[in-house]
C-alpha cells in the first residue's frame, strides 16, 4: 500500500505524469482538482478560500477555521480513496497532509521552462511576455497558498524524497524512473506505518464532524487519535462545547473511545507587535504543548504615562476572542471588501497561526497605562504565567529594557501569577546548550567532591577528631562545604528535570 505523492506548479505536469505512472503501476489517481470539486459539493467555499489566500486578507478566525475545514477534509477523502490500497495523488502541497508516514513517497517535479511557456501562450492565447508573466504570477500565487494553509514552503527540497527536473529529462524517462523507486522497500507499508496512518484518517474524519456541526463549528478544538482513542482538547473559554463533542463524534466508525479534554491552563502574552515567526512565539508554543496550555494574546499600546489617563480600548473584545472593526467583520472570497486594513500589529495573524494550532485562548488589544493594563488582566481565567513581550516599541531603544522591568514589578504585585519578559523564557522553562553546557559542569563537579569525600574518608575523621576540642574550625568548614554541595546537587536535579520536560 504506497502512497506517491506528486507535485507541481503545473497541473499538465503533474496530471501527464501522475497518469502515466499510474497506468505502469496498475495504481488508482487522484488529482486535486477532483477533490476540490468533492469539497465544493460538500458546501466547502474552496473558491472563496483560494482567492482570500491570494489577495492576502487580514486573517480572522473564519478564514482559519474554514482552511481547517478544508485540510480535514482532503485528508479524509485522501485515506478513504486509499484505504488498504496503494494510491497516486497529484496536486500542490497534499503530502502535507500526512506527515511521519513511512510508505509515503513524495514528488517534487520541476517544468521545463520553454514547454511550459509554449504550452501557455497556445492554450491561453497570449504572447510571450504575458505567458511568462502569467506563469509567474500563478507560481506565486501556489506558493502562497501552500505557504499560508499548510505552513510550509513548497520549494523546501527536504519536504520531498525526490525531486525531478525535466529541462533535460523526457517524460517516458522520467515516468520510468519513478515507476522503479515506487517499488522500493523504503516505501512499503509497516505495521507502524499502517497504525500511524489510521491514525491521520481516524483524526482528519473527526476534525471534519466536528467543524460541521452547528454545536461545535466555532470551537478552536485540537484533534489526535491513537489507536482508536480519540482525545479533543478545547480552550477554556470554549468549554460549554464539550458536552457536544462526544456526541458528534458518536456515529464515526473506527472509534473506540472520546477524550473531550479542556486546555489546563492560559498563558498571557503582552506585546505590541506579534509575528508567529518569533522567536518568542515559538518557545511559548514549546511550552503551551508541554503544560497543555492555551495562548492568549493582548496588544498593548503604551500611550501614556502611567496614572495619567485612563486607557481606551484600540478594538473591541468579542466571546469569541476576534477583533473586528466597524464596517468590516472578516470574510472570505467575495465577502472580503478592497479596503486598506488598519494595522493591528501581527494580532489577527498570530491569532489564525494559534486557531491552527489549536492554542487560541482569545485575543484583544489595549491603549493606556500600567494600571488599565493590570484592570484588564482578568482574574477569573487560569493563568500559570505572564510573559511580558516586545513593548514601548516608540521609546528609545536604550530606555526599553527599563519600561519593561517596571511593568514586569508593577504587575508582579498585583497578579498572583509569575510575570517575566520574554528575554526570560528561555532561561526559565526551555534547555539550551548553554544550560547543558552547566549541567555537565555542575555533575563532573558533584561527582569529583562525592569522589573525593569517599575516597578520603579517613583524612576527613582524622581532620575532624584532631579539631574535636575546636569545634569553630569544623562548624566552619561543614557550614561551608553543606551549601556548596546542595546548591551543586539542586542544580544538577532541576536542569535535569528541565532537559527531560519534567515540569
Given at each position: 500500500?504506497?502512497?506517491?505523492f ?8 503533474r ?10 503501476l ?7 482538482e ?38 480535514a ?7 478513504e ?16 497532509l500526512?506527515?511521519?508516514?513511512s510508505?509515503v513517497?513524495?514528488i517534487?517535479?520541476?517544468p521545463n521552462?520553454?514547454s ?16 511568462e508573466?502569467?506563469?509567474?504570477q500563478v507560481?506565486?500565487?501556489i ?7 499548510h505552513g510550509?514552503?513548497i ?6 524524497d ?5 529541462e ?7 515516468s520510468?524512473a ?11 507499508p ?30 478552536d ?18 468549554s ?41 512565539y ?7 504543548q508541554?503544560?497543555g496550555a492555551?495562548?492568549?494574546l493582548?496588544r498593548?499600546?503604551?500611550s501614556l ?5 485612563a486607557s ?8 469569541s ?5 466597524e464596517?468590516?467583520?472578516g ?8 479596503i ?28 493606556g ?7 484588564a488582566?482578568?482574574?477569573n481565567?487560569?493563568y ?33 501569577v509569575?510575570?517575566i ?5 528561555q532561561?526559565?522553562?526551555l534547555?539550551s546548550?548553554?544550560?547543558?553546557v552547566k549541567?555537565?559542569i ?5 561527582a ?8 578520603n574518608q579517613?583524612?576527613i ?12 574550625l ?6 561551608l562545604?553543606t551549601?556548596l554541595?546542595?546548591?551543586?546537587y ?12 519534567f515540569?
Open positions: 500500500m504506497a502512497i506517491v506528486i507535485s507541481s506548479t503545473s497541473v499538465e505536469l496530471k501527464e505524469v501522475a497518469e502515466n505512472l499510474a497506468r505502469k496498475g495504481y488508482p489517481c487522484l488529482s486535486r477532483e477533490v476540490v470539486d468533492r469539497a465544493t459539493e460538500a458546501g466547502i467555499p474552496v473558491g472563496k478560500l483560494e482567492m482570500a489566500v491570494i489577495k492576502s486578507p487580514a486573517p480572522s478566525e473564519r478564514l482559519a477555521r474554514l482552511k481547517e475545514r478544508f485540510l477534509f482532503v485528508t479524509a477523502v485522501i485515506c480513496q486509499a484505504g488498504e490500497k496503494n494510491l497516486i495523488y497529484h496536486g500542490r502541497g497534499g503530502h502535507f500526512l506527515q511521519n508516514i510508505h513517497f513524495r517534487r517535479l520541476v521552462r520553454e511550459r511557456i509554449q504550452t501557455t501562450m497556445l492554450r491561453l492565447r497570449m504572447d510571450r511576455p504575458q505567458a508573466k502569467y506563469i509567474r507560481d506565486q500565487d506558493e502562497k497558498w501552500v505557504h499560508l494553509v510550509q514552503e520549494n523546501d527540497p527536504r519536504q520531498y525526490l525531486i525531478l527536473n525535466l533535460n529529462m523526457s517524460m517516458a524517462n522520467a520510468a519513478l515507476c522503479s523507486m515506487a517499488e522500493l522497500p523504503d516505501f512499503r509497516t505495521p507502524a506505518s499502517i497504525r500511524t496512518m489510521e491514525d491521520h484518517c481516524l483524526a482528519a474524519h473527526a476534525r471534519l464532524k466536528l467543524a460541521l456541526d452547528g454545536r461545535t463549528a466555532e470551537a478544538l485540537r484533534v489526535s487519535a491513537n489507536e482508536g482513542v480519540i482525545t479533543v482538547t478545547y480552550m477554556p473559554r470554549q460549554q462545547v464539550a458536552k457536544f463533542i462526544p456526541e458528534v463524534l458518536a456515529d464515526l466508525r473506527g472509534i473506540k473511545e472520546v477524550l473531550a479534554t479542556m486546555a489546563e491552563t492560559n498563558i498571557l502574552w503582552i506585546q505590541e507587535a506579534f509575528t508567529p515567526q518569533s522567536e518568542t515559538t518557545q511559548l508554543n514549546q511550552i503551551a508541554r503544560w492555551a495562548i492568549e493582548l498593548f499600546v503604551s504615562e502611567n496614572g495619567e489617563k481606551e480600548e484600540i478594538s473591541p473584545v468579542l466571546s476572542g476576534r477583533m473586528e472593526k464596517g468590516y467583520v470574510g472570505i472570497g467575495e465577502d472580503i471588501p478592497d486598506p486594513e488598519s494595522d493591528d500589529g501581527g494580532l489577527k495573524q498570530t491569532m489564525e497561526e494559534l486557531i491552527r494550532q489549536g492554542r487560541s485562548g482569545g485575543s484583544h488589544a489595549l491603549a497605562n500600567f494600571q488599565a493594563l493590570s484592570s488582566i482578568s482574574r481565567a487560569n500559570s504565567l505572564v510573559v511580558i513581550g516586545d513593548l514601548f516599541l516608540s521609546k528609545a531603544e536604550i530606555a526599553r529594557p527599563r519600561m519593561v522591568r517596571d511593568l514586569k514589578m508593577f504587575l508582579g504585585e498585583r497578579i498572583r509569575p510575570v519578559s520574554g528575554d526570560e523564557l532561561e526559565k522553562y534547555f546548550r548553554k544550560q547543558l549541567l555537565l555542575f555533575m563532573a563537579a558533584v569529583g567532591i562525592y569522589w573525593a569525600v569517599f575516597t579517613e583524612p575523621l582524622i581532620f575532624i577528631q584532631k579539631y574535636k576540642g575546636w569545634n569553630l569544623s562548624l566552619i568548614t561543614i557550614g562545604f551549601p554541595l546542595a546548591y551543586l539542586g542544580t544538577v536535579a532541576h536542569l535535569f528535570l528541565k532537559m527531560i520536560k515540569d
